[in-house]
Nanobody
Framework: QVQLVESGGGLVQAGGSLRLSCAASGSIFEIHAMGWYRQAPGKQRELVAVITSGGNTNYADSVKGRFTISRDNAENTGYLQMNSLKPEDTAVYFC?????????????WGQGTQVTVSP
């Protein structure tokens, strides 16, 4: 079993910054990709950023240039640095990891952490 635990969410004023962390623990042989998703009230969950084990990254257009995804492979931890935050960034942020389960990759999800950006 694999557990993902997010931390770093909270309340911040527009223009501020937050750094989210996603710590993976458990029976981990390999994490191929780690990503961050978010879901705002009344909206579908959307991809924010993803990073592969090789360091390739993709970002949603809405956060490109403001957010940076990274990972520490030795610690099985992912990060999302969020700068120049806007009220529209307010959402529950979820991390995910695609973990090798012996026969296939299995996607795990964290419990989510609330990010609220005030005007």
């Amino acid at each position: 079993q694999v557990q993902l635990v997010e931390s770093g969410g909270g309340l911040v004023q527009a223009g501020g910054s937050l750094r989210l962390s996603c710590a993976a623990s458990g029976s981990i042989f390999e994490i191929h990709a780690m990503g961050w998703y978010r879901q705002a009230p009344g909206k579908q969950r959307e991809l924010v950023a993803v990073i592969t084990s090789g360091g390739n990254t993709n970002y949603a257009d809405s956060v490109k240039g403001r957010f940076t995804i990274s990972r520490d492979n030795a610690e099985n931890t992912g990060y999302l640095q969020m700068n120049s935050l806007k009220p529209e960034d307010t959402a529950v942020y979820f991390c995910n990891a695609d973990v090798w389960g012996g026969y296939s990759y299995v996607r795990y999800w964290g419990q989510g952490t609330q990010v609220t950006v005030s005007p």
